[in-house]
């Protein structure tokens, strides 16, 4: 082989080892970008739709501590874990934003015993949710803990042993 093309070669190759290198660290900021981007980001409020009544809603978060899911009735995941936020919500208050597009039927087959609400998919890419379920906890309006996939009542309680 010629120093010409084994010149080549080694760029050819640096290319590519780039390349891999930046689709592994986007997968990995895909997944764990929240949790490193929103701790400390305010949160006060999140406005959509209700998804019982399809009317307008608002969530306030500005006082008092909170459980965020993010989640869609078509995520399998999320539906899966509605059980698990179910009881967690009898002691602690949680709220759901939900990813469209919405299913009313497995809506009413779960059914969420917390309030949700439906909103535009800005609000994802705002807060760099883009793995649901992602769960955060809201102090006061602003976001102190942050889980990319599912939560269980150990980690809830241990989120607001810390509170």
């Not at 084994?6 to 290319?15: A, E, S």
């Not at 305010?42 to 899911?69: N, Q």
């Not at 993010?70 to 539906?79: E, Q």
């Not at 998919?121 to 942050?146: A, C, H, Q």
């Amino acid at each position: 082989m010629s120093e010409k093309t084994q010149k080549k070669d080694r760029i050819v190759t640096g290319i590519i080892t780039v390349i891999i290198l930046l689709l592994i660290g986007f997968n990995i900021f895909s997944y764990y970008g929240a949790s490193i981007v929103l701790p400390g980001k305010a949160f006060p409020l999140v406005s959509g739709v209700d998804p019982e009544s399809g009317k307008a809603a608002s969530i306030d978060f500005s006082k008092g501590t909170y459980i965020v899911d993010f989640w869609a009735t078509w995520c399998g995941a999320c539906v899966a874990e509605m059980d698990e936020l179910n009881g967690i919500s009898k002691k602690y208050p949680v709220y759901g934003v939900m990813k469209k597009p919405f299913k009313k039927d497995v809506y009413s087959a779960i059914p969420p015993q917390f309030r949700n609400v439906i909103v535009e998919d800005d609000l994802f890419n705002e807060y760099y949710i883009s793995v649901i379920p992602t769960t955060i906890l809201v102090k006061d309006g602003v976001i102190s803990k942050v889980r990319t996939g599912g939560i269980s009542a150990a980690m809830a309680d241990e989120w607001f042993k810390d509170e």
